[in-house]
T-cell receptor, first 115, second 116 residues
Framework: DQQVKQNSPSLSVQEGRISILNCDYTNSMFDYFLWYKKYPAEGPTFLISISSIKDKNEDGRFTVFLNKSAKHLSLHIVPSQPGDSAVYFCAASGGSNFGNEKLTFGTGTRLTIIP | DSGVTQTPKHLITATGQRVTLRCSPRSGDLSVYWYQQSLDQGLQFLIQYYNGEERAKGNILERFSAQQFPDLHSELNLSSLELGDSALYFC???????????????FGEGSWLTVV
């Protein structure tokens, strides 16, 4: 059962335009959400996060939006740059006490920025 | 460079065999996490150790086991390997036990396991 879903396996965006990556979750107990970025031959690196008490968090060109009622979050990258080409993973945590430390990841979206 | 070191980077082995993947956490980090990424799958949490003790368990098969040693490095042992065990295995580390608040978890580059 995939509790965190990224339904778009790939996305291509022109350089300078906005990239929007989407993520849906099913577990209403999740209370913290994160985006990770992964380049080939490297491990995932943390990008940005949001707590369930907020609906928006911004860090430079990256903004994450959370819609709890829809169980949906999105990552906006503005403006998109060639170095943003990578695989982006959505992740969530929460839902239990003992296992609270674990992250549940989506399957990733490969973003390609076209020069 | 995250500071998390995983060896080997690539490994090819036959079905039925046993392999050991090794992880050295960042200096000062007490928690080690293991994740599995299969083809077209997200990262699946396997197990976490904190300061030598098992802290949390995820979707880890009984054929798999892990441990964290006094020097804090960790090993993931995979036995009776099947074709479906072919995957990228990530190790991550954090300072505290509850390191899920994103930026406190650092991932290694992963170990590619191919079972033939």
């Amino acid at each position: 059962d995939q509790q965190v879903k990224q339904n778009s396996p790939s996305l291509s965006v022109q350089e300078g335009r906005i990239s929007i990556l989407n993520c849906d979750y099913t577990n209403s107990m999740f209370d913290y959400f994160l985006w990770y970025k992964k380049y080939p031959a490297e491990g995932p690196t943390f990008l940005i996060s949001i707590s369930s008490i907020k609906d928006k968090n911004e860090d430079g060109r990256f903004t994450v939006f959370l819609n709890k009622s829809a169980k949906h979050l999105s990552l906006h990258i503005v403006p998109s740059q060639p170095g943003d080409s990578a695989v982006y993973f959505c992740a969530a945590s929460g839902g239990s006490n003992f296992g609270n430390e674990k992250l549940t990841f989506g399957t990733g979206t490969r973003l390609t920025i076209i020069p | 460079d995250s500071g998390v070191t995983q060896t080997p980077k690539h490994l090819i082995t036959a079905t039925g065999q046993r392999v050991t993947l090794r992880c050295s956490p960042r200096s000062g980090d007490l928690s080690v996490y293991w994740y599995q990424q299969s083809l077209d799958q997200g990262l699946q949490f396997l197990i976490q150790y904190y300061n030598g003790e098992e802290r949390a368990k995820g979707n880890i098969l009984e054929r798999f086991s892990a441990q964290q040693f006094p020097d804090l490095h960790s090993e993931l042992n995979l036995s009776s390997l099947e074709l479906g065990d072919s995957a990228l295995y990530f190790c991550a580390s954090s300072v505290e036990a509850s390191g899920v608040r994103g930026n406190t978890i650092y991932f290694g580059e992963g170990s590619w396991l191919t079972v033939v």
